[in-house]
């Protein structure tokens, strides 16, 4: 049971290129998230999906794109990266009683 | 929903209980207290959550006021493991549109120390 695995755990990109983020949950959860989190601040909430089949846009989802594949799988993808889009990202998967359950993070810079 | 006031930074010695404050005055009723931590740069982790009754279970207890206006972590006997930064956390309810607004905040960094 590996709970909520995200790849890669780093990458270094140039502006204007693109990539996807990928994640997977073992857990069977319903509701899967995708966060970001800059030096020194809390988490900021990109995209989530409450189902499989559905996606929404949370806080900050400008210059970010996703994809619930199937009930396991949620990317998120950068179509042009910006040097504004450095930061660890992390996804998350959550069950009915709201408890959110974390991957270790993928760092990205954008140079 | 209701956002929360936590101090920057706090310490403790280790095996000593540490007590994490959180001010949440504008908490409507039906929204949950929420408390997760992240150590190092790694995923936040779930430690406990309550509506207005305290809260205990193997990681921690949680003390909310009556009038639920703030609440207290407690970590009975902290060890260097625990340092980590801290969140304070309420979101409506336990249905699913309470996380498209939950927000994180800058928590409490709690340096444990031998």
């Known amino acids: 049971n590996a709970g909520v695995t995200q790849t890669p755990k780093f990458q270094v990109l140039k502006t204007g290129q693109s990539m996807t983020l990928q994640c997977a949950q073992d857990?069977?959860?319903?509701?899967m998230y995708w966060y970001r989190q800059d030096p020194g601040m809390g988490l900021r909430l990109i995209y989530y999906s409450a189902s499989e089949g559905t996606t929404d846009k949370g806080e900050v989802p400008n210059g970010y794109n996703v994809s619930r594949l199937n009930k396991r799988e949620f990317s998120l993808r950068l179509e042009s990266a910006a040097p504004s889009q450095t930061s660890v990202y992390f996804c998350?998967?959550?069950?009915?009683?709201?408890?959110?359950?974390f991957g270790e993070g993928s760092r990205l810079t954008v140079l | 929903d209701a956002k929360t006031t936590q101090p920057p930074s706090m310490d403790c010695a280790e095996g000593r209980a540490a007590n994490l404050p959180c001010n949440h005055s504008t908490i409507s009723g039906n929204e949950y207290v929420y408390w997760y931590r992240q150590i190092h740069s790694q995923g936040p982790q779930y430690i406990i959550h309550g509506l207005k009754n305290n809260e205990t279970n193997e990681m921690a207890s949680l003390i909310i006021t009556e009038d639920r206006k703030s609440s207290t972590l407690i970590l009975p006997h902290a060890t260097l493991r625990d340092t980590a930064v801290y969140y304070c956390i309420v979101r409506v309810g336990q249905g699913n549109t309470g996380f498209q607004k939950l927000v994180f905040g800058t928590g409490t960094r709690l340096l444990v120390s031998p």
């Open positions: 998350a998967s959550r069950e009915n009683t709201g408890e959110l359950f």
């Open positions: 857990m069977n959860h319903n509701s």
